[in-house]
């Protein structure tokens, strides 16, 4: 895989981190005990932090994107194995297999 296309994967998994992890510790003002100003919705957060979002999702994305390589090299979980409307016949006789010998 080239590098280009890690960076890609990496940044696609950034911007879903940061989806993931930018509810977490937000309090609204009414949560934290302030006063709303006129026109601010109530929903508003009063203690936004973009930094600690950017480095919780650079983590989680490292952590991911990570996972995903390491799947990538070693094959752990391949295209045959999401394919569940007409699986390999390798899979549907490993699993009866699987069956029989359980019961057994």
Known sequence: MQWTSVLAIYLLFWVMSAFIVMPFGIRTHREAGEELVPGQADSAPSNFRPGRVAIRATI????????FYANYVNGWITVADLNFIHPPKEIVEEQIWMRETAKD
Do not use: M
Request: charged fraction near 0%; include cysteine.
């Open 60 to 67: 989680l994305a490292a952590i991911l994107c990570a996972l």
